[in-house]
């Protein structure tokens, strides 16, 4: 259990963690590296609180206190990837045989969590709805009787659509459902879910949090004492847990993440106004414009925003110009890390989802996706213009 303390900033958290994580038998400031399977007890009935490593581990332990704490949460539970964490997460609705249980999910949102809910537990008694969650009222229009949980991503993938989290939480309570918040683009540093009433917040720790493209993590955060053992017990049961090395690793990248988040919202907002300006551009979706749909929202509901943006060209044939161009820019998967990426979202992240789909959230031959990251941003801007001709 974290310490979930409010007093100290953000910043403070990131780099001290939920409490001063330093080893007590050295005094080193770094959270040692525990790589063992297994631990010592001194007799029967003896422990440490340490037995072996897939149920808990203390370099894993000192991570999801930290997460807890970052997030406001009570509980962190830390997995090998954010796919590993959102599957834990939904066994929790697991129905009974002779029912359904119905979840409604954002639309526009990654690929790989429509595949895991379309192509796998849609044969397991789970119902979805996909909804743009972005409009309350289509939110409220997909409830059901058998509906348990609400599932979001806020700012939204790739489209950049914000989703009101308090009244989405007002009103799936209303129907005795729970919230789950993907907070993964804009992290704790800018947006705390459970403070707007979210009853969960998942996280792919590969990305900002980890932030250095060098390792793989998911994380499920929450306050809940009832649900805590539950999620422990298929965490240990199924074995997704996220090794000692790269707990590490992750600690060590959040130790950074305040700063890194400051640095990737300006060049995003530099980039998405040049690309803005681009002849061969036809439209930028970045949740810091004042004319985005959901800015005033955005701004109400978060701190500031980060380095993803996407984009429309004019011409399919820039978009693939732009992806055999970019030297600096990485034409690469993924997001979040310090090094910028450019993404083909209808092939690379979201090609699991059906066509109509895809196209109905605006997913097409002439969108592209760019996680800004920490380099000098004229050097960025200058790449993506050369890319595009």
């Keep these: 259990m974290a310490d979930s303390s409010k007093d100290t900033g953000v910043d403070t958290r990131c780099v001290h963690g939920a409490r001063h994580l330093f080893e007590p038998l050295t005094g080193a400031v770094s959270v040692p590296i525990y790589q063992c399977a297994t631990f010592r007890h001194g007799g029967l009935g003896e422990s440490t ?40 997460m939904i066994k929790l609705f697991v129905p009974a ?26 044969n397991f008694g789970f119902e979805f709805s996909w909804v743009d969650t ?7 229009a997909a409830v059901r009787s058998n509906t348990k949980a609400l599932f979001v991503e806020t700012p939204s993938n790739p489209m950049m659509k914000v989703t009101d989290i308090q009244k989405c939480a007002h009103l799936i ?47 499920i955060v929450h306050s809940n004492d009832l649900c805590e053992d539950r999620l422990r017990n298929i965490q240990k049961s199924e074995g997704a847990t996220l090794s000692p090395f790269d707990a590490w690793l992750t600690l060590r990248g959040i130790k950074t993440l305040a700063l890194r988040m400051e640095k990737h919202r300006t060049n995003g907002k530099l980039v998405a106004e040049a690309l803005r300006g681009h002849p061969k551009v036809e439209k930028v979706f970045y949740t810091g414009f004042p004319d985005h749909p959901q800015y005033a929202l955005s701004s109400a509901q978060t701190r500031g925003h980060s380095g993803l943006l996407s984009f429309y060209v004019k011409d399919k044939k820039d978009a693939e110009r732009v992806l055999k161009n970019v030297s600096l820019v990485l034409f690469a998967e993924s997001l979040g890390g310090v090094e910028s990426l450019i993404t083909y979202p209808l ?43």
């Design 347 to 389: 092939v690379q992240t979201h090609s699991a989802i059906p066509e109509a789909m895809r196209r109905a959230s605006g997913v097409n031959d002439r969108l592209l996706r760019v996680s800004v990251g920490i380099e000098n941003p004229q050097d960025i801007i200058a790449d993506i213009c050369q890319a595009l001709g």
């Design 49 to 88: 609180g340490f037995d072996y490593t897939r149920v808990i581990n203390p370099t894993r332990l000192a991570l999801e206190e930290t997460v807890a704490a970052l997030e406001r949460g009570k509980y962190a539970l830390a997995f090998a990837t954010g796919m590993g964490a959102i599957s834990a």
């Design 134 to 140: 972005s409009v309350p009222e289509k939110v409220g």
């Design 97 to 122: 045989k002779e029912e359904a249980v119905h979840v409604i999910v954002s639309e526009d949102l990654y690929g790989g969590t429509y595949r895991l809910f379309n192509e796998y537990y849609a």
């Design 173 to 219: 309570h209303g129907h005795g459902g729970v919230l789950i918040v993907d907070n993964t683009f804009l992290t704790p540093c800018f947006q705390n879910p459970l403070d707007l009433g979210a009853d969960f917040v998942i996280h792919s720790g590969t990305k900002y949090l980890a932030g250095h493209n060098d390792t793989l993590a998911g994380f």
